[in-house]
């Protein structure tokens, strides 16, 4: 994840001003830097704050046994089985197929208290999530204690509280994903050098002897660990489906991004930022060993010149010389990280495995950086057991004080997805699948406060499923024990407390786990050389996402999508793809026309954007500008038949005192609890449904609790109706009646 926070901060709390939560960098879609707005009308401030504070209350509860009619635990199996490969896919045991419906817990979330580990895993069952990522575990002050000279221990009671959690979800079918580097910052006594000024140390990572050797043992006392709970050690725990190695963390993006030049000598002050001059004179002399290595044969003409005008060292190019670099040169310098990632990610697996014993399937890194190509780092990824993507729709954008390091605002632009199919997450995340291998999305999130963010969780899952792949991990659940939470504000990732996502994430569940969307019938792939592989780095930025000129970005909205070889022939002409208003999937049942998608399947259907739509059981007339319904049978058996259905209609949540600027494209003031939940008036109607003896709705609160007794939905010639405005709520349980 890019958090763009100093190594103390992982993100700021909620009592702060608008520099909130924290992930950033390349490749999310950004709005252009602005200085922060500091005056506008003090009348759209009034209007604006008292419109979303008239809005109805709502709290999302986690410190309360599960009691949900809309409790969706039954789509998950023990999670006894060793998850493996076959055939491209995640499989069980029994060769059954597994698809993740995951969320990360961040930082202090990875170890709540050991009584509330049951009531938290429980929760989680309840939604439908069946995988928890631990990410930033060796943060300090989380697994790694922040009262020593070093980081080269764990904290015992901080493990004891990961292992009871892991042993609580296990007991509920949810296995885990453990992240290794992340987010270690290290002291006097590492034995790291320039250690304030190299922070969290993405890039030097892949070749720093020192950084390697305290990321093994790392690796070591956390995975040699014995679980009391379990009795298994973590390498060995069948639990324990995946293991990641690195996160957002590229040594050739790092050096197209200008993160290699060696410029860094204040003390570090959030992710991104360039390694200081020392590891870079190493990975200059690395360099140079490297091209010693080889014949003048295999050189070009250009290095050979080069190397005699300057005794024979080579001087690494630097991020304002790489669009003029010599072709050759360019591509030979690329080589070089390359192979350095593809070594790092080989001597890692191999340790994991044979000297540590680890049985889950690794990730090497995650393709998170869509404004350039991450091909040639895809080539090393694709060695391992899974590939893997992170996407955000419109990412904050953050804005930095250039004196003191410090975040000072925001910015996004604050449009919705259904207007913008071709840049969408969908196609972002579609170019990293590769044949033959599972693909998962490790981070995913249309970051509050976006006011269209209920697009997010459904069309993502409808497409995901479309296109086959085998698992999303929504960033993230929180960065605390989500049961201290009762009076937290919503920040920009956190989904414990949106009660829409939270709705969502059950109806999702549904969708995704059940295959309730049927796979693409036409997969379309593609093949690059090296060279173009190589070059893609330098296509200019309209290029983005796929970085392969000619590729119609409509095709993943359509068919599946995946890479066949990096050492293929190069990309074929693609066949040109019919404008049109409206794109359809070529099971016909995904429709995403500008301003709204529709997904019409048996069991699972959905309206989401602008206006009125319709499907085959569902018709939304909603008086809400924007909004996302979702209808879903909650017993197996298609909506017009089941006895139980499952509704969604969410629109935006808000603070309590929050104020736009006048153009909505950041806070003025961020609020604080309660959330307010914008009410979606019209109406809702239900057709086709075998329900002779009526239908009830019951409304859920924020926890997914029923609120009241349940209502009579009104019968009409076409169907069954519910009034919304009623309740304040986002969700519903159907009971159809015979």
């Not at 999302?60 to 023990?78: C, E, G, K, M, T």
Request: with cysteine.
């Amino acid at each position: 994840m890019r958090a763009l926070v100093a190594p103390g901060e992982k993100h700021p709390s909620p009592a702060s001003q608008a520099a909130r939560g924290g992930k950033g960098g390349a490749g999310c879609q950004k709005a252009k830097p602005k200085p922060v707005v500091a005056t506008v009308l003090l009348g759209f401030l009034i209007v604006s704050a008292v419109a979303d504070d008239r809005w109805p209350a709502v709290s999302a509860y986690w410190n309360r046994p599960v009691s949900s009619p809309a409790d969706v635990s039954f789509l998950l199996r023990p999670a006894n089985d060793r998850i493996s490969v076959r055939n491209g896919r995640l499989v069980r045991g029994d060769g059954s197929r597994f698809r993740i419906w995951g969320v990360n817990v961040t930082g202090a979330a990875c170890i709540p208290a050991t009584n509330a580990a049951p009531i938290i895993a429980a929760r989680l069952a309840a939604l439908g999530v069946n995988c928890v990522r631990f990410h930033f575990l060796d943060r300090v002050g989380v697994l790694i204690p922040a009262d020593r000279n070093d980081t080269r221990e764990l904290d015992p009671d901080a493990l004891a509280r990961l292992d009871r959690f892991v042993f609580e979800l296990k007991k509920r079918g949810i296995y885990s994903d453990l992240n290794l580097n992340v987010y270690r910052t290290y002291k006097p006594g590492d034995g790291v050098r320039e250690h304030e000024q190299l922070g969290i140390g993405k890039a030097a990572t892949y070749f720093d002897e020192r950084l390697l050797q305290l990321q093994r043992e790392y690796a070591r006392q956390l995975l040699t660990h014995v679980n009391p709970h379990t009795g298994k050690a973590y390498a060995e725990e069948p639990a324990v489906a995946i293991v990641e190695l690195v996160n957002e963390n590229s040594l050739v993006e790092a050096w197209v991004s200008g993160r290699l030049d060696g410029t860094q000598t204040n003390r570090s002050t959030g992710t991104w930022h360039d390694i200081p001059p020392t590891y870079a004179a190493d990975l200059t002399s690395k360099f140079n060993t490297w091209l010693a290595a080889r014949t003048a044969s295999a050189l070009p003409e250009t290095i050979v010149s080069a190397k005699a005008e300057t005794g024979g060292k080579l001087e690494r190019l630097r991020q304002r010389e790489l669009a003029r670099a010599d072709p050759k040169r360019f591509a030979l310098e690329t080589e070089f990280y390359m192979q350095l990632e593809r070594e790092y990610f080989r001597d890692m697996a191999r340790f994991l495995r044979e000297e540590l014993g680890v049985k889950a399937l690794l990730i090497g890194n995650s393709d998170h950086g869509h404004g350039q190509s991450f091909y040639p780092s895809v080539v090393s990824l694709a060695q391992l057991d899974v590939v893997d993507g992170h996407v955000y729709w419109q990412h904050p954008s953050y804005i930095t004080d250039p004196k003191s390091g410090r975040r000072t605002g925001f910015r996004i632009p604050n449009t919705p997805m259904v207007d913008d199919p071709l840049r969408s997450t969908v196609v972002r995340l579609s170019r990293t699948a590769v044949a033959g291998k599972p693909f998962t999305v490790s981070e995913a999130n249309h970051p509050f406060p976006n006011e269209y963010a209920a697009e997010g969780i459904p069309i993502l899952a409808a497409y995901a499923a479309l296109q086959d792949w085998d698992g999303i991990f929504w960033y993230t659940l929180a960065h605390q024990d989500v049961t201290t939470m009762e009076k937290a504000a919503l920040t920009h990732f956190d989904l414990a407390r949106d009660p829409v996502k939270i709705s969502q994430l059950a109806s999702g569940a549904l969708l995704f786990l059940r295959g309730d969307v049927r796979p693409a019938r036409r997969t379309i792939t593609r093949t690059y050389s090296r060279e173009q592989i190589i070059e893609s780095l330098r296509l200019p930025r309209k290029e983005a996402p796929y970085f392969t000129p000619g590729f119609p970005l409509a095709l993943p909205l359509m068919h599946a999508v995946r890479v066949a070889s990096f050492d293929g022939p190069p990309t074929a002409r693609f066949e040109p793809v019919l404008e049109s208003d409206v794109i359809v999937a070529d099971t016909d049942e995904l429709k995403w026309r500008k301003g709204r998608v529709t997904v019409d399947t048996p069991r699972w259907q959905a309206v989401i954007g602008r206006g009125s739509g319709q499907t085959a059981n569902l018709r939304t007339e909603p008086e809400t500008a924007f909004c996302a319904v979702t209808v879903a049978s909650l017993d197996d058996k298609p909506i017009a038949s089941a006895s139980r259905l499952l509704l969604t209609v969410g629109a935006r949540v808000a603070n309590t005192g929050m104020v736009w600027n006048e153009s909505r494209t950041t806070l003025v003031k961020w609020g604080g609890a309660p959330v307010r939940l914008e009410p979606v008036g019209g109406r809702i109607r239900l057709v086709g449904l075998a329900a002779a003896g009526g239908t009830l709705a019951r409304a859920l609160d924020g926890a997914g609790d029923p609120m009241g007794e349940s209502l009579p939905l009104r019968q009409a010639a076409d169907g069954w109706i519910l009034e919304l405005g009623g309740p304040p709520t986002v969700w519903y349980v159907i009971e159809v009646r015979r």
